[in-house]
């Protein structure tokens, strides 16, 4: 006589994060192939191990470096490691002992204060490399259109207050379902936890706010990086600077294209799907309650794609490094910098610029 009548618990589930998928509607067979625990745990380690390396390859070329352009590009590239690294080791210490232990949500976390912290996390250093990819392309923006209007580079410590400016930022977008906008529920096959796509007015502004702001991420960094790529171009095919080519430019303009190539294919996908998604379900008025199967499938699958990124970015940086590049292609050689391309410039300044 104590206990609620089945329709009440329900009612009252659905409430909380753990009324967004059925968890026993008999998906067994899908679950074993799409939520595989070894896809989990091999590509967490591989993205751990990838990460660390990154990161030691990046300190140990901060150290050798006197060029205060390219160390504050290093910063922000050491800030885009560690916050992948710190994404993978998060979530993975969460998704991957579900998929061994397969301990009960509602047993364990029946407050839903570790689905909120793992939500959290997913939007937090989801949100994260996206605009600390589209802050990059707009310092080198700056950095090769502009290269006179400032008189000197940004600093370490202005690269690290900008990388922390980007993390406050995102932190506070994951904060706002903890603050009252919008909902982390428990996502299929029930082990992480992530935006609640249901068409109720808190979920769907909160969806669009996460998905729109990293789309306009990336069209800002495509934008960015497109106008720096054709002006090095434009450069390199001028007949009086041809032999002076801006070896360490170009670096870090390869890798930055890398970057923005691989969120563009692992990102995109995902964010369209969770835009179209609620934007679909709108006519509903908020009675949909419950995910649809193939809604939640999709959803799992463009996660996996999202992973991706986290896996590849280091390489990026560990590939396309000139020291890499120099050992298969031997011809590379270093040159002058980018003040070589212009040699009308007071010498004045040429010394003043050269010794910054």
Same mark, same amino acid.
């Given at each position: 006589?104590?206990?609620?009548?089945?329709?009440?618990?329900?009612?009252?589930?659905?409430?909380?994060?753990?009324?967004?998928?059925?968890?026993?509607?008999?998906?067994?067979?899908?679950?074993?192939?799409?939520?595989?625990?070894?896809? +989990?745990?091999?590509?967490?380690?591989? @993205?751990?191990? *990838?990460? #660390?390396?990154? &990161?030691? !390859? $990046?300190?140990?070329?901060?150290?050798?470096?006197?060029?205060?352009?390219?160390?504050?590009?290093?910063?922000?590239?050491?800030?885009?490691?560690?916050?992948?690294?710190?994404?993978?080791?998060?979530?993975?210490?969460?998704?991957?002992?579900?998929?061994?232990?397969?301990?009960?949500?509602?047993?364990?976390?029946?407050?839903?204060?570790?689905?909120?912290?793992?939500?959290?996390?997913?939007?937090?250093?989801?949100?994260?490399?996206?605009?600390?990819?589209?802050?990059?392309?707009?310092?080198?923006?700056?950095?090769?259109?502009?290269?006179?209007?400032?008189?000197?580079?940004?600093?370490?410590?202005?690269?690290? +207050?900008?990388?922390?400016?980007?993390? @406050?930022?995102? *932190?506070? #977008?994951?904060? &706002?379902? !903890? $603050?009252?906008?919008?909902?982390?529920?428990?996502?299929?096959?029930?082990?992480?936890?992530?935006?609640?796509?249901?068409?109720?007015?808190?979920?769907?502004?909160?969806?669009?706010?996460?998905?729109?702001?990293?789309?306009?991420?990336?069209?800002?960094?495509?934008?960015?990086?497109?106008?720096?790529?054709?002006?090095?171009?434009?450069?390199?095919?001028?007949?009086?600077?041809?032999?002076?080519?801006?070896?360490?430019?170009?670096?870090?303009?390869?890798?930055?294209?890398?970057?923005?190539?691989?969120?563009?294919?692992?990102?995109?996908?995902?964010?369209?799907?969770?835009?179209?998604?609620?934007?679909?379900?709108?006519?509903?008025?908020?009675?949909?309650?419950?995910?649809?199967?193939?809604?939640?499938?999709?959803? $799992?699958?463009?996660?996996?794609?999202?992973?991706?990124?986290?896996?590849?970015?280091?390489?990026?940086?560990?590939?396309?490094?000139?020291?890499?590049?120099?050992?298969?292609?031997?011809?590379?050689?270093?040159?002058?910098?980018?003040?070589?391309?212009?040699?009308?410039?007071?010498?004045?300044?040429?010394?003043?610029?050269?010794?910054?």
């Amino acid at each position: 006589g104590d206990m609620e009548p089945p329709n009440g618990s329900m009612a009252a589930q659905v409430d909380t994060c753990f009324g967004v998928f059925n968890a026993s509607d008999g998906r067994s067979d899908a679950q074993n192939s799409i939520a595989s625990p070894w896809f +989990s745990t091999a590509f967490g380690l591989i @993205g751990l191990c *990838s990460n #660390l390396f990154a &990161l030691c !390859v $990046l300190i140990s070329s901060s150290r050798k470096l006197s060029s205060r352009t390219r160390s504050s590009f290093l910063v922000f590239l050491c800030g885009l490691v560690v916050t992948d690294f710190m994404g993978l080791l998060v979530t993975a210490s969460v998704i991957i002992p579900y998929h061994f232990i397969k301990f009960t949500w509602t047993k364990v976390d029946p407050g839903c204060h570790l689905c909120n912290f793992l939500g959290f996390s997913m939007v937090f250093f989801g949100q994260c490399p996206l605009l600390l990819g589209a802050t990059m392309a707009g310092e080198r923006f700056f950095g090769i259109n502009h290269p006179f209007s400032r008189s000197t580079s940004i600093s370490k410590r202005r690269a690290w +207050s900008i990388v922390g400016l980007v993390w @406050g930022f995102s *932190s506070l #977008l994951g904060l &706002l379902p !903890v $603050l009252g906008l919008g909902q982390y529920t428990l996502q299929y096959p029930g082990s992480w936890c992530f935006l609640t796509l249901l068409p109720d007015t808190g979920n769907v502004v909160f969806c669009l706010l996460f998905a729109l702001l990293g789309i306009f991420s990336v069209l800002l960094s495509f934008i960015f990086n497109t106008i720096s790529v054709v002006t090095l171009c434009r450069v390199y095919h001028d007949r009086e600077s041809v032999q002076r080519r801006r070896d360490s430019e170009v670096e870090m303009m390869v890798q930055l294209v890398g970057i923005m190539i691989i969120a563009t294919i692992c990102w995109m996908p995902l964010l369209i799907f969770i835009v179209q998604t609620v934007l679909q379900q709108l006519p509903a008025d908020g009675h949909i309650r419950m995910l649809p199967t193939e809604t939640q499938e999709m959803l $799992l699958i463009y996660i996996r794609m999202v992973t991706w990124n986290q896996i590849l970015d280091p390489w990026v940086y560990i590939l396309f490094r000139r020291a890499v590049l120099q050992r298969i292609y031997p011809s590379l050689r270093p040159r002058p910098s980018i003040l070589s391309l212009y040699p009308v410039l007071n010498p004045s300044l040429r010394r003043k610029f050269t010794s910054d």
